[in-house]
């Protein structure tokens, strides 16, 4: 989200300069790591001493363990996504469970109501043969 504030901006791009730097297993050149351990820890401090001194301790774990979290959310909301798309469900072809892009309606999936506007008028056909076949 910093990307698209002028004022975070700088901060974006340090950390991105931060996370390549991390991946190749080189350490950030920049002290945003630090600058950033220190003003999150601080805040915790003086809310809950434990707690801040935990995170102080272990920020570097943390924020790796969010940094996973965010990228798994990504990839299963992108998935999701596209499961909707092309099926009309979150979680694949001729799955009945819940989908929460169905915005909580009780919708069925686009291949369902295609195949319900196909039975409906195979059997208006079908009446209308018999209909013609009776007068």
Avoid at 97 to 116: M, P, R, Y
Wanted: aromatic letters at 10%; charged letters at 20%.
């Amino acid at each position: 989200m910093a990307l698209f504030s002028a004022t975070h901006r700088r901060l974006f791009l340090e950390a991105l300069d931060c996370v390549f730097r991390k991946a190749t297993l080189r350490k950030c050149q920049s002290s945003l790591d630090e600058r950033l351990k220190a003003k999150i820890s601080g805040t915790l401090i003086n809310k809950n001493p434990k707690i801040g001194n935990f995170v102080f301790r272990r920020f570097e774990i943390l924020s790796s363990i969010f940094l996973v979290l965010m990228i798994l959310s990504l990839i299963f909301s992108v998935q999701g996504i596209y499961s909707y798309i092309k099926y009309g469900n979150c979680n694949g072809q001729d799955s009945k469970d819940f989908c929460i892009l169905n915005f909580g309606s009780n919708e069925t999936s686009v291949n369902q109501k295609a195949t319900q506007k196909d039975t409906f008028a195979g059997v208006e056909a079908n009446c209308t043969e018999e209909n013609n076949v009776q007068v």
